[in-house]
């Protein structure tokens, strides 16, 4: 291995600038006991003075927490920005030349969404939470763009999608005739930034991956680190995980079966989501917590999708349904689906409201407890076993079915629901998928 300049942070004399403005990692080779303290461009493979392999342990910090150099490049981002602050990144050199034209694309229909939002609440047209929902879709979307290295530029792609439909629906409401070019304009402003963001912003893993070929790390050692990392779950966990998930509105069934009121399914409810998943699974990813921030980015992120997810789906629906009326090819059947589907979630809507405890079990109790199944155990397992992508989906499906008593037009939004919850989960742990799950109810019985 090369030799290597040691830098202490006590030690002022001789240090060069980089390490006192944020470009310090602090590198753990193998049969290290501490640190090294070193520039990101010292680990590059041409012309670095320190040789680094996809397993060495890397931190921001002297003190941790340290991971695999393959796994913390996409996992920390605070972590990558210092990185490609230091190695030039062929895919951020392309997106940094076109991120500030996107964004200022982008802010006219996010800017004109807002004003019609404040419109329509103050003429008590609209609830304040969708208000609320868009204003930090539009923050997460300027938070994206105006970022050196992404962090969910998909998410901020499907926000920018979401917004296209809202203005489409407008359009197709009024079948075209007198709409003013500002909407034309905004529907397909934000359809051109979608699209740009989803075809130009790289991924993190893509990132991370340009970066340790930077390092001379391969994606076949990279790959390696994280199969490595990731505990394989047997099949017979996989199986009670799922009858875990599957007991819990089962549990449900039998006490409202029963006559049990609100106060005691609360408590059967919480019961079952502390106990079953220690049962099941006693070991959980969940307990290295994340960092206060991460959690709260996890939340923002969890709630755009969210949002992204429901509305755009919900308004792709409606402009579809509009199109077809304003043609004379809506047909008497789907007119009665559509608008079976909105009274289905408005009575529910309002059989939560007229009950104070129905309010509490609906924001506290349900969101805790799914969470900690849906989320906690099944999706842990599954992602585990299977890999994040089927973990996340699956997850999400199966919460999706157990809501078949609640909902049955509307079952698709209980799905993209778990979506938006499961990424909130990833990003963020347990907390952060309570969060979003909890204020997103409470927002739509507001």
């Known amino acids: 291995m090369n030799a290597m300049r040691i830098i202490s942070p006590r030690v002022s004399p001789n240090v060069t600038a980089p390490y006192y403005h944020g470009g310090v990692v602090h590198v753990r080779t193998e049969g ?3 640190a090294r303290a070193c520039a990101p461009n010292e680990l590059v493979a041409e012309g670095g003075s320190l040789a680094v392999h996809a397993d060495t342990l890397i931190s921001r910090t002297e003190g941790g927490p340290f991971a695999p150099i393959a796994v913390a490049l996409e996992d920390d981002a605070p972590l990558r920005d210092d990185m490609v602050a230091a190695v030039p990144v062929p895919s951020l050199a392309a997106w940094s030349k076109a991120r500030i034209a996107v964004l200022v694309l982008a802010a006219v229909p996010l800017l004109m969404l807002v004003e019609l939002d404040r419109e329509l609440v103050s003429n008590a047209l609209l609830g304040p939470g969708r208000l609320i929902v868009d204003v930090l879709l539009a923050a997460y979307v300027a938070f994206e763009l105006t970022r050196r290295s992404p962090r969910m530029p998909a998410v901020a792609g499907a926000a920018m999608l979401a917004v296209s439909m809202r203005w489409f ?11 003013h070019p500002a909407v034309w304009a905004a529907a ?4 051109g930034t979608a699209l740009a963001i989803l075809a130009r912003a790289p991924s993190r893993s893509r990132v991370a991956l340009e970066l340790l070929g930077k390092l001379g790390i391969t994606r076949s050692e990279a790959t390696a680190v994280k199969t490595k990392r990731t505990a394989e779950a047997s099949g017979a966990l996989v199986a009670a995980a799922a009858f875990a998930a599957a007991g819990l509105p089962l549990l449900l069934w039998l006490l409202r079966r029963g006559g049990a009121d609100v106060w005691v399914q609360a408590v059967a409810f919480v019961a079952y989501a502390l106990v079953v998943p220690l049962l099941v699974h006693r070991r959980h990813d969940d307990d290295a917590r994340p960092s206060v921030v991460r959690t709260l980015f996890a939340i923002a992120l969890g709630l755009v999708l969210t949002a992204s997810l429901l509305h755009g789906t919900h308004q792709f629906f409606d402009a579809g349904g509009e199109l077809a009326r304003c043609t004379g090819r809506l047909d008497e059947a789907t007119r009665k689906l559509l608008a079976a589907e909105a009274t289905e979630l408005s009575r529910r809507v309002a059989s939560v409201r007229a009950s104070t405890a129905l309010v509490v079990m609906t924001t506290a109790v349900m969101p805790l407890a799914e969470e900690r199944i849906y989320r906690g155990l099944l999706m842990n397992v599954l992602v585990r076993k299977y890999g994040f992508t089927y973990g996340l989906f699956a997850s999400a499906a199966a919460f999706g079915v157990a809501h078949v008593g609640v909902y049955e037009l509307a079952l698709y939004q209980t799905v993209l629901l778990g979506i938006g919850f499961g990424l909130a989960y990833a990003e963020g742990g347990l907390v952060a998928a309570f969060v979003v799950h909890a204020v997103w ?6």
């Open 188 to 191: 397909a402003l934000s359809v």
């Open 32 to 34: 290290e006991a501490s």
């Open 441 to 446: 109810n409470l927002l739509n019985v507001a």
């Open 169 to 179: 629906l407008v359009a197709t409401r009024l079948c075209g005739k007198g709409v």
